[in-house]
């Protein structure tokens, strides 16, 4: 904890955000579509494991794209890991936060559900592999420094739409008409949480200017995919970014600079010192990413590395920001 997160007080902020909480799980609620993974996978394709075990050659999916996949799925398969830091960071409010844990939790269930299916109906990765990932990765946990709500708030922010578009991305780059579907279905899900995360710190803006900005830039600068606990998980998310399913270019350009837009991070006014500070630095750091993503892009244009066009916004934005 910095010095400055004390500057508000947790319970009291949870509170006065209560009544927004409440309006966008409203709003969520009556947006949302119900769907079934079921309705996805093409069980026609299913054979017993037992008589016909997995071999490497019946995979469709090759290269990227099967690694792209297995990331996204054991980072859906660690929801109790999140759902216990989020609930924690809600845990001193109740109502409408209460009420958000638990949909969110229940829908990002779904994903797991139905990439599982998809991937072990169709064979595309070797099942044994993804269950040890799987265990592997629970058995660590994730843990996520996040010493207040509104960093909190943040992170799941920025995290959701990078996993809206890295999911997106992973189906393009798949080239299967089935797990396209599948992505795009998720991805909307991810966007609806991306909009109610990022609306409720919009409301934050409002009520704790100065902590909300800090949080924010901290949160930002201490950035990570929340996929360390995968085996192997640097080199896999450097395919990934070689693929330009999510590389820096991304990140910067499809994750942090929609949302800062929508906040007008950049003229909010009557911040205090220190807040004034980490928006300089802010500033300082998205100069820096974009002169790395530039010095990246030219590299692998230069080594003939197939990658997917930028996909802009991928799901668009349905839900009224008002
Ligand atoms: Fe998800
Ligand atoms: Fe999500």
């Not at 494991?49 to 490497?56: A, I």
């Not at 794209?65 to 054991?74: H, V, Y």
């Not at 990140?251 to 009557?270: C, K, N, T």
């Amino acid at each position: 904890m910095t010095e400055h997160d004390v500057a508000y007080d947790e319970a009291s902020l949870l509170i006065q955000l209560e009544p927004e909480a409440g309006r966008l799980y409203d709003r969520h609620a009556k947006v949302a579509v119900e769907w079934f993974p079921h309705d996805f996978i093409p069980y026609r394709l299913g054979r017993d494991f037992d008589k016909e075990p997995w071999t490497p050659d019946q995979p469709r999916l090759t290269g990227v794209a099967q690694t792209a996949f297995e990331i996204g799925l054991l980072t859906e398969d660690n929801l109790p890991s999140y759902h216990r830091l989020i609930h924690g960071m809600f845990g001193k409010g109740d109502g409408a936060w209460i009420n958000w844990v638990g949909r969110w939790t229940a829908e990002e269930g779904r994903h797991a559900i139905v990439l599982r299916d998809y991937l072990t109906v169709t064979r595309n990765i070797d099942p044994v592999l993804l269950e040890r990932g799987r265990m592997a990765q629970l058995q660590q946990g994730y843990e996520h420094d996040t010493p207040s709500t509104l960093r909190g708030l943040a992170y799941v922010a920025f995290q959701e739409l990078a996993t809206r578009i890295s999911h997106r991305n992973t189906g393009r780059y798949s080239s299967d008409p089935v797990a396209d579907r599948i992505m795009i279905r998720i991805a909307a899900d991810e966007n609806l949480h991306m909009v109610f995360y990022r609306d409720i710190l919009g409301a934050a803006l409002q009520i704790q200017p100065s902590a909300a900005v800090r949080a924010i830039v901290d949160e930002i600068l201490a950035f990570q995919m929340p996929g360390a606990g995968i085996p192997n998980f640097v080199r896999k998310a450097a395919q990934i970014a070689k693929a330009g399913i999510y590389d820096l270019r991304v990140h910067r350009d499809e994750v942090l600079l929609p949302i800062l837009q929508h906040w007008r991070f950049f003229e909010l006014e009557g911040l205090d010192g220190a807040a004034e500070e980490a928006r300089r630095r802010l500033a300082e750091h998205l100069e820096r990413l974009d002169v790395a993503a530039t010095r990246f892009e030219a590299k692998l244009a230069a080594s003939g590395v197939t990658r997917i066009a930028a996909i802009g916004t991928g799901t668009p934005d349905r839900v009224p920001t008002g």
